[in-house]
């Protein structure tokens, strides 16, 4: 046993078989030794074929004779054994454990690595037991070596294969499974307790053990599915369902399976599979998912435009309110013949160009927009005004990707803006024009702002006092005291304020006349007050109103004195028409008096030239007769008190066509148009148809069928009164003589004085109408003329 640790390695040069020594050198066996047995050959073949070394060594650890009697081969074979060592590191407890079992009697049974001669590295189990002779006398040691370095190759293959399979497993946190069908027993890693929070030992193998703690939402489909693997409907699967752990909460797993081993009938009898906790990645794709929908939500309720622009200028997100603002779908917008972002443009031109410049130029140039102005056109001929922003999209390299594009439909707000722009504008034109200023003033802080033009009728600055007592300042002496004794009466009681006084501007200390006007007013919370009020500059209107009354008192002297002129005049008047009617008619009443009584009894011997020149006088003063008469009639027009009506105009017309039918011999055809109405003095339009009528009949006589019409027609827009006729008609050209007094259009060949038209132009005229001819020679002539519409007073009175 002292030379244990010299334990040398023997080879078979011929089948390589280790053959290892206990002892000092290596020593080779005589043949003489072995005594020759029965099974000599049998025992030479399992040496030659094993990789096994057996030899016996005495307590020195000497070689002794081995039992092998006859083995002549193996003789040869020990001396041609080379030598090798064992590993230092391991030598001295090797030595310690085989005295151990040694002096215990015990088998000793030892692996160790074993170094050749030619470097070559073995591992060797070497297996020793006590040997004894006859007597029971400890005399050496048996020993068996075996090569066992392919089995601790593979065995550290092996676990090394399982280190890594344990690892990749605890790294991935995935259980393990294996279920056999058979038994029904189930095999679970670990891993699966720990994941549902269970020791060992706490759960039994069984599967019913495990799908007891599946959701009921989940278990049926799970043992449908395992059925089916079983049954070789499907060869493998994955499912997700909730378990219960240990702490009583539900988590989500993942299971995948398949079977590994199957019967002749296909039924398998062997399921494995893997269980990964998914709980968390459930939990994120829930809030993903709640993300998502919140972020849908969010572009699909946005009042706010949404788009998303690649690179290419292709369009590819367009939440609805995009779609309604542009007018066009997402699939519209994809099948235009250009993008869309090239037909909006900006509102502001290329200073370089002059050309507008579009959405997709700006993107182009990889320019950032925020709330700038574009305008875009629709398929319907709308044109929308857009607030438009961009901000680039990165994807997860920090590459521009595309950019994003939101947009707001501004038209109405710019078309408000526009009209308050114009609004102030016109405002501020018509305190320019108008000499008039606006001021609110906030009578909590003591503080007003007013309009420009108020600052230039006062004339002061942004630094002049903007206060209520700044305000007093500035009115004049003569009226300050009147003037804040008012305003703040106004304030107290909550009253409308209206004053007209002088100021002195602030500037040049020249006196202007102003009227201010101004009220109180409440905010939303009717807590804070403020007057809210207008100074308009009325000195040039003081001026006027100054001359007016000037004039006025001119005007008054002078109306005086026509007034007086005037009553003179009609007293004069009223005497030359009883002149006319009196001293005037009674000698033309003489005169054809007698001339009528020299024709009577003096006719006969009278020559026929002096009865002519009588006949001719006597006609003379007649026509001058009826001429005083209508002299007169017009006259009484003139002064006659007016009863207006509403009559029937028609009945009117019709009378006097009844009278002028019957005072004439050869009656023309007259057609008066019924149910006509006017309004004024039916006895003045009375005469206004006699003469207009009576006209008519006198200048259509020498027409063979003579015809006169009475009706209204819708001339220029306004309703007329009308008498048409087809008489002789006149020229146009001397249309305008037709109503004055003494004008006639014809000859002596149609009686008449001339006053008529003259008569008919004055009543018309009195009643606020008016009238006017139209007519060609022969062809007849035809008079409108108008009347006054019924006042509202005179509507309510009747």
């Keep these: 046993m002292n030379r244990l640790s010299q334990v040398n390695h023997v080879s078979d040069l011929k089948n390589s078989a280790p053959l290892t020594c206990v002892g000092g050198d290596a020593v080779a066996l005589s043949p003489t030794v072995i005594p020759p047995l029965g099974y000599e050959q049998v025992l030479r073949n399992m040496f030659r074929s094993a990789p096994l070394g057996v030899y016996q060594t005495d307590l020195a650890g000497q ?133 549902l929070g269970y020791s060992g030992g706490q759960m039994q193998v069984r599967l019913e053990d495990w799908t007891n703690i599946i959701h009921p939402q989940y278990l049926d489909n799970a043992r449908r599915v395992l059925e089916s693997c079983i049954s070789g409907e499907i060869e493998k699967f994955e499912l997700e369902f909730r378990l219960k752990t240990n702490e009583g909460k539900w988590h989500w797993f993942r299971c995948t399976g398949k079977a590994a081993d199957r019967e002749a009938g296909g039924r398998a009898t062997r399921l494995a599979g893997t269980l990964l906790d998914i709980n968390q990645a459930k ?25 998303f622009i690649e690179s290419d200028g292709n369009t590819t997100f367009v939440n609805p309110r995009a779609e309604r603002i542009l007018g066009l779908t997402k699939q519209q917008m994809a099948h235009r013949e250009t993008p869309v972002i090239d037909a909006i443009f900006s509102v502001e031109c290329d200073c370089s160009t002059g050309f507008e410049v579009s959405l997709g130029q700006i993107l182009g140039q990889g ?132 004053h007209e006084y002088k100021i002195r501007r602030h500037n040049d200390g020249e006196e202007r006349w102003v009227t201010e006007c101004c009220e109180m007013t409440w905010d939303a919370a009717c807590k804070q007050a403020r007057m809210i009020g207008t100074i308009k500059d009325i000195t040039e209107r003081k001026a006027a109103e100054e001359a007016i009354r000037n004039l006025n008192d001119e005007l008054d002297r002078r109306v005086i004195e026509r007034t007086s002129q005037l009553v003179a005049a009609k007293k004069e008047i009223e005497s030359f028409s009883y002149s006319v009617s009196h001293d005037l008619r009674a000698p033309l009443r003489h005169i054809n008096s007698y001339s009528s009584i020299l024709v009577e009894e003096y006719g006969d011997s009278l020559p026929d030239e002096a009865r002519y020149y009588l006949e001719r006088i006597c006609t003379a003063s007649n026509r001058m007769g009826k001429q005083i008469d209508d002299l007169l009639a017009l006259t009484r027009v003139g002064r006659a008190i007016m009863k207006r009506s509403t009559f029937n105009i028609s009945q009117v017309a019709a009378d006097v066509v009844e009278m002028l039918s019957e005072e004439s011999d050869n009656a023309p055809e007259f057609v008066v148009q019924p149910g006509i109405s006017a309004y004024g003095d039916s006895a003045l339009v009375r005469l206004v148809l006699q003469n207009l009528l009576g006209n008519s009949v006198k200048y259509s006589s020498r027409t063979s069928l003579p015809r006169i019409e009475f009706g209204q027609a819708n001339v220029a827009g306004r309703h007329a009164f009308f008498v048409r006729d087809n008489g002789v008609g006149f020229d146009m050209a001397y249309v305008a003589k037709l109503f004055q007094p003494f004008q006639r259009l014809h000859g002596s060949e149609f009686e008449g004085t001339g006053i008529g038209l003259a008569t008919v132009r004055r009543i018309i005229e009195r009643h606020g109408g008016s009238i006017w001819a139209e007519g060609k020679e022969n062809e007849g002539a035809t008079f409108y003329f108008t009347l006054s519409h019924p006042r509202k007073s005179d509507l309510g009175s009747r």
């Design 63 to 195: 070689p002794l004779t081995a039992d092998l009697r006859g083995c002549a081969d193996f003789g040869e074979t020990c001396a041609a054994h080379s030598v090798g060592y064992l590993n230092p590191q391991e030598r001295k407890a090797m030595a310690v454990s085989f005295q151990g079992a040694m002096e215990s009697g015990r088998q000793w049974s030892h692996q160790f690595q074993y170094r050749f001669a030619d470097g070559a590295v073995s591992r060797l189990h070497a297996v020793a037991a006590p040997l004894r002779d006859g007597s029971g006398t400890h005399i050496g040691y048996q020993v068996c070596t075996i090569d066992i370095t392919a089995e601790h190759h593979a065995h550290q293959e092996l676990a090394l294969s399982d280190d890594r399979h344990r690892v990749a497993l605890d790294a991935a946190e995935l259980g393990i499974w294996d279920f056999d069908v058979v038994a029904n027993d189930c095999y679970f890693s670990p891993c699966c307790y720990q994941m």
């Design 283 to 307: 939990l994120m794709e829930h809030l993903l998912q709640m993300e998502h929908g919140l972020l849908n939500l969010i572009t699909a309720t946005s009042p706010v435009g949404i788009m």
């Design 367 to 498: 320019r950032c927009l925020l709330q700038s102005c574009f305008v875009f056109t629709r398929h319907d001929g709308g044109r929308a005004v857009l607030s438009i922003s961009t901000a680039p999209f990165l994807d997860p390299a920090s590459t521009v990707s595309g950019t994003v594009v939101t947009l707001e439909d501004v038209t109405e707000q710019k078309t408000r803006e526009q009209v308050l722009a114009d609004n102030d504008r016109l405002l501020r034109e018509t305190q320019r024009i108008a000499q008039l200023g606006s001021y609110v003033l906030d009578i909590a802080k003591d503080h007003w702002v007013c309009s420009s033009k108020l600052e230039e009728i006062l004339g002061i600055d942004a630094a002049y006092p903007k206060t209520m007592q700044g305000h007093f300042d500035i009115v004049h002496e003569e009226f300050r005291d009147q003037f804040i004794d008012s305003y703040r009466a106004a304030i107290s009681n909550n009253r409308p304020f209206e």
